[in-house]
């Protein structure tokens, strides 16, 4: 890691210097309106050198998949397989335009129909949609689409959609972005969904539940099939939140179990990289009675061509285009080399790697539920007397992984979410569980090496509050 | 299977410690009836096999670098410095996650406060957040928090805004009994009302044409609406910003600052604000911070407008950014700098209009009327879908047919010149429409 403070672009800037050249005016010049004319732009001046130099400095001060052991819980930090960088950099998908004519699109039009068609299979969906940009844009599309049937079917007090407690975090803000109101619905003591409170709720405003299976306690819902048949019977529909398919790809197809509709995130599951926080992918699929309600446009083929098409009743565009194209490319790659035996090595992978951790762990943390998990696990960080989970994600750090995901279920006090994912081998998950457990002493014995860490990264603990105060968001020279 | 770590012996041994005997044991809470389906997908291909896969299917598509290139209409071919790519691919930056442990995310988090403070000068705003999806859904957002920061539902909107944009806003809107009234042309002719939410402005619209906007912010202000501008880029760099025109806030489509086009994505949506609305402002933000020794660092910020911590209490439910697309915009702006960014719009410019004068002496053509930035629209004498049919395939894309969003405007080409464009061939685009129509 680069400990070293580094300036900020506009400190590095200095007047006069340029980086890139263009060519010279090749056209005889057409006056430009002074009026319309600003003077300056403000954007800095350097050269290549200095920008190269800053950009990869700035770099060095990250964790990432490529240099560390990543476990966020949820975010399915996998191994990013560098093909598929190559192939979603070939110049006959990066220099493609979206408005050509479908005769000059073929190799993209058949990426994207192609994608569809798997992706569907996996999770037995009849229609499928790229359109979404991430997962929260499927879950938009998918909410947005409950609604567009039932007022289709003039069913117009259907305002009211369930979301377990053990949801992330997205579904209650897209049932807002809906206009729906969420109702939230206990967890059991086994950690699924609390079939009398969910009963309580059913009646005929209900619009549908939102259920993310494997839950975020990394549990598997095992009423699913009792749920998805009591929402229906109110008239309801049932959104999957797909986040956590890395558990289930190969090994459930969502639909045969009652879901109607779902998003994956593609750069969860199939392996797209996260980009520091993006672009992702969304894939939203539906069973027959709501496919036609998909976002679009959508890519099919018709007579050995493709072609790009809109659902019948759609609920229109989400984006510009057809989805985060780039993105699919890598994950039609990462398909096409897995096929169906690997995506089920995949899930199976995923929840024993998960599964070994929280064994190897779970005689120095308490876990709320200690059921056999699927990909994740949720444990709780209070080791010692005044040490909060987050001391202990910041000793993690000086000791060379990036922390898991922290104070998330909201269920479990303390929490520190752990998804170590297929790609990582058993001496990593040793290493892991070796730190873990040598931090739970270390808060008993020594509590201040968890007090103060990270003492290893180029800033300590920053005062967010302070940040959230006074907030300083750009440059102010 | 690649790219899982562990052997049979590992498993073995792991299978040991849960203390299960094998691998389907693990899956016993899935309903057995439907546990380990038959799934219908070919068969695994090694890497060599799958990069012949795709780049066949590459190679079928029409490609910009080999072609003569004057399509536009929301997606630009424009120059990208090798130095974007470089630092975007490196894998620090590619296969980090959203930066919310800032100690062991300082270069991401230092990367999005850069961007932001570059984009809020080329904006002209003063606070600008860490993005979304692409500039159709960052206007459709700006559209609901004037919606939601005025209470009211009317928004007036250019009838000349990006088709595909007016669609977003409409599907973001859906359930909140938005209506929707269109100025033509000159945005002067908004009659914003006591119930207009936000007077919507694109900048230069979607026929390419561009305004003088003297005067339009106070007429919104006068009226208690917002004024929203959805800016290019690169037009921003030459010319008077959405900041200098008096926006209250600012959208655009950041593909044109270093990110490829891609078929259509990912994109780069950018977000403006004033200072007065940055707590009703969607999507992440990075703001500066101390440490205990004071050491200056950086962390996401004003988090209780998001919908991890506030639920459905959120001003929307994003949760990513485009992160890396972004990156490459940061880069993008840092390598072109002042004198390149704003290089670029003059070559745009001139280029573009050069390319106007010939086309209009072309028998049977003439342009629309008004000033424009590096777009503007050819009536032509035939068909324009099929001129542009005729000259794809000929390594000549000539424009876009408006008829593709607009069947009655059959006779109307949308032509976009950039800085890539060379004279050669600008002028291979006039003689093959003179030719495209003899």
Known sequence: MNLHPEKLIYELSSPGRQAVALPRLDVPETAIPKALLRADNGLPELDELTVVRHFTRLSQKNFSIDTHFYPLGSCTMKYNPKVNEKLASLPGFTDAHPLVSDAHAQGSLELIARLQEYLAELGGFSGVSLQPAAGAHGELAGVFMIRAYHLSRGDAKRDKMLIPDSAHGTNPATCTMAGMRTVTIPSAEDGGVDMAALKAELDETVAGIMLTNPNTLGIFERNIEEIAKLVHAAGGLVYGDGANMNALAGVLKPASVGIDVMHYNLHKTFSTPHGGGGPGAGFVGATPALADFLPGPVAREREGRYELFMPARSIGRLKSFYGNFGVLVRAYAYVRMLGASGMRRVAENAVLNANYLRVLVEGSYKLKYTRRCMHEFVAMGDVAEGIHTLDVAKRLIDLGFHPPTIYFPLIVPEAIMIEPTETEDKEALDEFAAALIRIAEEAKTNPDLLKKAPTTTPVGRLDEVAAARCPVLCYRG | ?438
């Open chain 2, 1 to 438: 299977v690649p790219f899982i770590a562990n052997s049979d012996s590992d498993r073995k041994a792991m299978l040991a410690r849960v203390g299960v005997g094998s691998l389907d044991e693990l899956f016993a809470d899935i309903p057995a009836a439907h546990r380990f389906p038959k799934l219908d997908l070919p068969e695994p291909l090694s890497e060599m096999e799958v990069v012949r896969e795709v780049e066949s299917m590459a190679a079928l598509n029409l490609r910009a670098s080999s072609s003569a290139w004057f399509l536009g209409a929301g997606c630009y071919w424009r120059f990208t410095p090798a130095v974007v790519g470089a630092i975007a691919s490196r894998g620090e930056f590619l296969t980090a996650y959203t930066p919310y442990q800032p100690e062991v995310s300082q270069g991401t988090l230092q990367a999005i406060f850069e961007y932001q403070s570059m984009a809020a000068r080329l904006m002209g705003m003063e606070v600008v957040n860490a993005s979304h999806y692409d500039g159709a859904t960052a206007l459709a957002e700006a559209v609901l928090l004037s919606g939601n920061h005025t209470g009211r539902r009317e928004v007036v909107l250019p009838a000349a805004l990006h088709p595909e944009y007016r669609q977003v806003i409409e599907s973001y809107c859906a359930a909140f009994g938005y209506s929707f009234v269109e100025f033509d042309g000159d945005p002067k002719t908004a009659k914003p009302g006591d119930s207009t939410a936000c007077v919507v402005v694109q900048l230069p619209d979607f026929e390419g044409r561009i305004w003088d906007l003297t005067g339009l912010a106070d007429a919104a202000h006068a009226a208690g609406a917002l004024l929203v501008v959805h800016v290019d880029p690169v037009y921003a760099a030459l010319f008077k910003c959405p900041g200098e025109l008096g926006a209250d806030l600012a959208t655009a489509e950041g593909q044109s600052l270093g990110n490829a086009m891609n078929f259509g994505g990912p994109f780069l949506g950018m977000m403006g604000a004033t200072n007065k609305l940055v707590r009703k402002m969607p999507g992440r933000i990075v703001g500066e911070a101390k440490d205990a020794e004071g050491r200056r660092g950086f962390v996401l910020t004003l988090s209780a407008r998001e919908q991890h911590i506030r639920r459905e209490k959120a001003v929307s439910n994003i949760c990513s950014n485009q992160g890396l697309s972004m990156l490459q915009a940061c880069v993008h702006m840092a390598a072109m700098g002042k004198a390149g960014l704003r290089a670029v719009a003059e070559l745009s410019w001139h280029k573009a209009h050069y390319a106007a004068s010939l086309v209009a002496k072309a028998p049977g053509f003439s342009l629309m009327p008004g000033e424009f930035f590096c777009e503007f629209v050819v009536r032509t004498p035939r068909p324009a879908a099929e001129i542009v049919e005729r000259l794809e395939s000929r390594g000549v894309v000539p424009g876009l047919a408006l008829s593709r969003y607009y069947p009655e405007r059959t006779h109307e080409l949308l032509v976009c010149v950039t800085e890539m464009c060379t004279k050669a061939q600008i002028e291979l685009l006039a003689s093959s429409l003179e030719e495209a129509v003899r």
